[in-house]
DNA sequence: AATTCGGGGGT
DNA sequence: ACCCCAGAATT
């Protein structure tokens, strides 16, 4: 239903990651170091790794101390020895080719449900339930209206994913839903504000905004700055928020409406409508 | 279904 | 200080 919104969304925002433009190896690779490991701490290990060994058999032929090493400090080092021992049984038992078949890439050690279905859709374009903590949290937002998913990915999550995937460019649904996730309905202050589907999302329409606000405002007190600083971020976060709303922010009316009037005058904000306000819009 | 396995950035 | 991250394997 919001295929469209999310597709269009993640073509002008997606970032430009190396593993969007390689070959199946590239992205068994980035799917190993990916694993329960951040997308920023894993770029600069994989560039090098993949200079290093750029194909499968180049690495089953590396020593498990230099895999070791060049594995860094990205954690979870038995990683790096399952990648070794999987580049092993790619290159002795499937002729260096990584197979397509999602069984066979579960045989693989370290390749889990995951991983075996990420590589169906990344790495050959096809159809596969790619529920990763991401996609996970999305549905649960957008479709469920809770904010997390349960631990592990129930059958009514799975037929939904599966009812979703477009009849082709599997992979793009994929990487679309995964990234907003990542860059989008984080799971700590998600930034609904400028969600492609905020509008639709059960969540947001069971009055998540709220509740956030009220976690925060327990922690925000005292001075004009701060105040300001609340104001700024929220509206960075909302894009529109009406006065009543930017009330929940602070405690002192006094010293809202104060620092309201020098965001106006800074031009850090402006009015947008009677009573609501906005970030300028360059 | 729970537990174990890491390091590092964000808040 | 606490949370979280394109999970997998073992118990």
Redesign the pocket.
């Known amino acids: 239903m919001y295929e469209k919104e999310i597709i269009s969304w993640f073509k002008s925002n997606k970032?430009d990651?190396p593993?969007?433009k390689t070959d199946a190896w590239g992205v068994l690779v980035?799917?190993?170091?990916?694993?329960?490991?951040?997308?920023?701490?894993?770029l600069p290990v994989y560039t090098e790794w993949i200079k290093r060994w750029p194909t499968a058999e180049s690495l089953a032929k590396a020593k498990p101390a230099e895999v070791i090493t060049a594995w860094?400090?990205?954690?979870?080092?038995?990683?790096a020895l399952?990648l070794h021992e999987c580049a092993k049984v790619i290159t002795s038992q499937y002729k260096g080719r990584i197979p397509r078949e999602e069984a066979e890439l579960?045989a693989?050690?370290?390749?889990?449900?995951?991983?075996?279905?990420?590589m169906v859709a990344?790495a050959f374009n096809d159809r596969s339930l790619v529920l990763?903590?991401?996609?996970?949290?999305l549905f649960a937002r957008l479709y469920d209206g809770v904010e997390?998913p349960k631990?592990?990915a129930t059958r009514a999550e799975k037929s939904r994913y599966e009812e979703l995937i477009p009849k082709n460019e599997a992979h793009v649904w994929?990487?679309a839903t995964?990234?907003l996730?990542?860059l989008i309905c984080?799971?700590?202050?998600p930034k609904c504000g400028i969600c492609p589907v905020a509008k639709d999302c059960t969540w947001r329409s069971l009055d998540y905004p709220k509740s956030d606000i009220v976690k925060r405002r327990q922690t925000w007190h005292g001075t004009d700055r701060q105040c300001r600083g609340a104001i700024v971020q929220a509206l960075r976060e909302n894009q529109v928020l009406k006065k009543s709303e930017i009330a929940q922010l602070w405690d002192v009316p006094s010293q809202l409406e104060k620092a309201l009037l020098t965001l106006l005058d800074d031009g850090l904000i402006e009015a947008r409508g009677k009573s609501s306000y906005s970030l300028p819009r360059n």
């Open positions: 970032r990651l593993w969007r980035s799917e190993f170091m990916l694993q329960q490991t951040p997308v920023t701490r894993v860094g400090r990205l954690g979870y080092p038995r990683r399952r579960r693989l050690p370290g390749i889990g449900e995951y991983t075996a279905a990420a990344f990763d903590i991401n996609i996970r949290r997390t631990a592990s994929a990487a995964m990234e996730g990542a984080t799971s700590q202050t």
